[in-house]
Structure formats: structure tokens, C-alpha cells
């Protein structure tokens, strides 16, 4: 129904007016409508990505992922928030931890716009393709 064009904009309103009267967001629900009306419901994920990243630089607030290889203690995620939160410059971190086995060890983090990769995994494909180079 989002990026269908069979759909018209009159019967994408009434849809998502089926949908939202329910969810009582009245504001989030009208500015919803408002960009079905305008047929630019197929941006709506990048509009609220944007919106969320105006609202966290004017909370003071920054994102960061980190992937391990297995679950952190709850003293380890303690002490990387604070980590990243010095080397983000002392506002709040918002912190999210995925675990992924595939890594080996290490950290994968991404902390706004930067990453770092300290994974064993990419260690040791960095080892593979310097020793292919080598013979």
C-alpha cells in the first residue's frame, strides 16, 4: 500500500485512519495522513530516521552500536558507556549491543558517524589477504 501507485492518496488516508485512530498518537497520526495526502508515505522511514536524529543532537544524545562476540557483563557495558561516553565529547550515549558469534571476539563499534572494527574475524582476514599478497 506504501509504494503501490494503484493506491490513491484518498485511499491510503482512509487505510492508515483505520489503522491510527486506534493507536491514539493524534499529532503522529495527522502528520502521517498529511504525507499520505501528499503521496510521500514511501519517505516515511526517512523522515523519522531524520526526525530522530535532530531529536538526539537536541537532547544531547549519541547513538552507539557495538556487536560482540558473546553477552557483556553488566560492569563491561558500564564501562564501555563510559568510554564512549569521554570519547563522545560527556553527553549521554545511547547505547545498543548486538551479539553476533560470527565476530570471534572482540568489538565492532559505531559511535555516530565513526567505526571501529578491533573484531578477531577482521584481524585475522587482514592476515589472510597480507600473507596471499606475500606469495
Known amino acids: 500500500m506504501v509504494k503501490s501507485p494503484v493506491f490513491s492518496?484518498?485511499?491510503?488516508?482512509?487505510a492508515l485512519?483505520?489503522?491510527l485512530g486506534k493507536a491514539e498518537i493524534t499529532v503522529a497520526a495527522n502528520f502521517i495522513k498529511l504525507v499520505a495526502a501528499k503521496r510521500r508515505l514511501f519517505a516515511i522511514a526517512d523522515m523519522i530516521r531524520d526526525?530522530?536524529?535532530?531529536n538526539d543532537a537536541h537532547k544531547g544524545v549519541t547513538r552507539a552500536q557495538v556487536t560482540v562476540a558473546e553477552a557483556?557483563?553488566?560492569e563491561h557495558v558500564e564501562a564501555l558507556?563510559?568510554?564512549l561516553t569521554e570519547i563522545s565529547g560527556g553527553g549521554n550515549v545511547d547505547l545498543a549491543i548486538k551479539v553476533d558469534p560470527a565476530i570471534i571476539g572482540g568489538l565492532v563499534v559505531q559511535l555516530?558517524?565513526?567505526m571501529v572494527d578491533s573484531?578477531?574475524?577482521?584481524?585475522?582476514n587482514s592476515i589472510r589477504t597480507r600473507m596471499k599478497e606475500a606469495g
Not at 492518496?9 to 482512509?14: G, H, L, N, R, S
Not at 526526525?51 to 535532530?54: K, V
Not at 573484531?119 to 585475522?124: D, E, G, I, M, P
Open 81 to 83: 558507556r563510559n568510554a
Open 72 to 74: 557483556l557483563k553488566p
Open 119 to 124: 573484531s578477531l574475524k577482521t584481524k585475522l
Open 17 to 19: 485512519d483505520a489503522i
Open 112 to 114: 555516530g558517524s565513526r
Open 51 to 54: 526526525f530522530n536524529s535532530l
Open 9 to 14: 492518496a484518498e485511499e491510503q488516508v482512509k
